[in-house]
């Protein structure tokens, strides 16, 4: 998770870079998932070619509407490969477990969850970080004499702004939604909704992994 800031700085056009930065955010979504479903070479492998194509072509696409002022350039960075990458955690759920820690069973429900709460962190993060400030630090940046006569020095000014954004706002989406989250059983399968404790009590509440 900690080259997820400086490799999402890449935003050229050029399908080499855009492959290298996609396998990378594969790798990241991939290392940060939950590991009580593992899959195996081949399920990796599958999932990440259609990941790393299905984000490629999306990028490659909002790509041209950013050039042409249409699109935000960050948000061409929301693509769909944490679903791809951990697409096993839906089809055959992740273990959840009593408050003492004990596996007692393994919820798709929960594998959903999951997933959309690491979608949604992606998504905080660059809704947080990227509306507002960038834009309005570069408006005021331009205008300097620094940037006036030396207008090369935009580009690698606004990458570390995004960077700068970014790096603020990863923290807080993560906090967000702590990596071991408490649910509810009525949330989940049936299956869960009357198990009791050692003590002979019904457990209301499961936890699982997230994952980042």
């Known amino acids: 998770m900690s080259c997820f ?13 855009q492959w290298l930065n996609q396998s990378v955010n594969v790798a990241v979504n991939y290392a940060n998932a939950n590991k009580t479903t593992p899959m195996s070479m081949t399920e990796t492998a599958t999932a990440y070619a259609g990941a790393v194509t299905a984000s490629c072509g999306v990028a490659l696409g909002l790509n041209r509407l950013a050039e ?5 350039r960050p948000l061409i960075r929301l693509f769909p ?13 992740i273990a959840v477990t009593d408050e003492q820690g004990n596996e007692v069973g393994k919820s798709t429900a929960a594998g959903w969850q999951a997933v ?6 992606l ?18 940046l331009k205008p300097l004499a620094l940037f006036r006569n030396n207008p090369r020095l935009l580009i690698p000014a606004e990458l570390a702004v995004v960077a700068g954004s ?4 990863l923290p807080c989406a993560i906090a967000l939604f702590p990596q071991q989250a408490k649910v509810p059983v009525s949330s989940l399968e049936p ?22």
């Open 5 to 17: 800031v400086p490799t999402n700085m890449f935003f050229a056009g050029i399908v080499f870079w």
């Open 68 to 72: 042409q002022g249409k699109l935000p």
């Open 81 to 93: 490969n944490v679903f791809l990458m951990r697409q096993k955690e839906l089809r055959e759920g």
């Open 116 to 121: 959309s709460q690491v979608r949604r962190r």
């Open 123 to 140: 998504t905080r993060c660059y809704g947080s970080a990227m509306p507002g400030r960038p834009p309005m630090v570069m408006s005021r």
């Open 166 to 169: 970014l790096m603020g706002a």
């Open 191 to 212: 299956k869960f909704h009357n198990f009791k404790d050692t003590e002979g009590n019904p457990i209301t509440h499961v936890f699982y992994n997230k994952g980042l």
